[in-house]
Nanobody, 121 residues
């Protein structure tokens, strides 16, 4: 039905940068919003950044000023530019999307498979 595919994770040194990408495909009428979540060992999954199709954004306090979420509505894509990475940013990062599959229906939530981001020297 709907698939979210992520890329860009990996190992980076403290202070470095990574850019995550996510593309949604399948039976999609419209995407209301796309977001990035993360989950570190011993912690619950948390919202990192969210972007609506109208372009509004919000961020977790811990990443404000360091991370930037952007998107390309025509390509059903969302990006997360991560700068000044810290060891505390180490987590599995998940792409999330609120998607309408037909006109005049409620949106459903879809998740990517997750991609590991490790910040270590």
């Amino acid at each position: 039905q709907v698939q979210l595919v992520e890329s860009g994770g990996g190992l980076v040194q403290p202070g470095g940068s990574l850019r995550l990408s996510c593309v949604a495909s399948g039976s999609i009428y419209s995407i209301q919003a796309m977001a990035w979540y993360r989950q570190a060992p011993g912690k619950q999954r948390e919202l990192v950044a969210r972007r609506t199709s109208g372009g509004s954004t919000n961020y977790a306090d811990s990443v404000k000023g360091r991370f930037t979420i952007s998107g390309d509505n025509a390509k059903n894509m969302v990006y997360l530019q991560m700068n000044s990475l810290e060891p505390e940013d180490t987590a599995v990062y998940y792409c999330n999307a609120d998607i309408m599959r037909a006109f005049l229906t409620a949106s459903n939530v879809y998740w990517g498979q997750g991609t590991q981001v490790t910040v270590s020297s």
